[in-house]
């Protein structure tokens, strides 16, 4: 009787035997797989190692070891970790590219609109309020203080507001409030307001010297400023004012106008107007409480 030693087929542990017990059934002390015990070798050599076979499963030929020897199986230290994290390493670096230079690429494909803008929001796709039309300062009205030279000449009202060319496109009465506007839209351009103390004014005259003290109608300049907003400037005294009320007729009121102001540009304006008579708006009344 000899020894030998032969592999488990599953975890390859070394198994020591006797030939005695060839094809006799143990277990892999490392596995627990149960095996059969395979013929000694013929020679006799202790140093030989042999393969067992499970049981229920025959032993393989050595053809067929030779076989799943040499089935090629990748390499453990395969390079795709390596690829992948240099991949990862160019999409990091493009997307930081990109957020630096984010503002320079929409820059340079800007809508010209915008650009012209100064870079600032596009205007809005609205209705876009009409230009102001500038008149020219008419020469033949001329500033005064002198009631005897406010001599109101046969045109429409014109004249210059705080510098700027008047030119009165639509004149109004409300009770006793002259208003003469220029600009059509709900905001006016330019304008000349006078508010009286009476309504009963149809077919009268109002003069008010600049030396005259109050209390004296009201005169108001308006003008729209650059964010489409109306502003004004009052006059209660130090002004000349020459008004010449005519008789109401079809829903209007002619009369001819000459006022000066003392303010730095010295404004003046004066001609005819036929202004329209409105109705006051009338207040909304408050809404009753409701009843528990």
Known sequence: MSEFKFACPVCGQHITADSSNSGSQIEC?????????????????????????????????????????????PASGSKWPAVAFGLALVVCAAGAAVLVFKKQIFKTSADPAQQANGGGQQPQSGKQPAPRVVHPIPTNIIWTADLT????????????????????????????????????????????????????????????????????????????NDQQKLEREDFKSGYLLRVVFGEAAAGHMPGKIYVCLPDKSKSVVAGTFNAAIKKPPVPKQPKAPKKS
């Open 29 to 73: 002390p490392t596995c627990f797989q149960k095996l059969i015990v395979p013929q000694a070798p013929a020679g006799g050599d202790s140093k030989l190692i042999v393969s067992a076979s499970l049981v229920g499963k025959p032993r393989p030929l050595p053809s067929e070891a030779l076989a799943d020897a040499a089935t090629v199986r």
């Open 149 to 224: 030279n406010a001599v109101p000449p046969e045109a429409t009202v014109a004249g210059s507001l705080r510098g700027i060319g008047f030119l009165c496109e639509q004149a109004t009465l409300t009770e006793s409030n002259l208003w003469m506007r220029q600009g059509r839209e709900r905001v006016a351009d330019l304008g000349i307001n006078i508010l009286f103390f009476s309504r009963d004014i149809a077919g009268k005259t109002i003069e008010v010297a600049p030396d005259r003290d109050p209390p004296l109608p009201t005169v108001s300049v308006r003008w729209k």
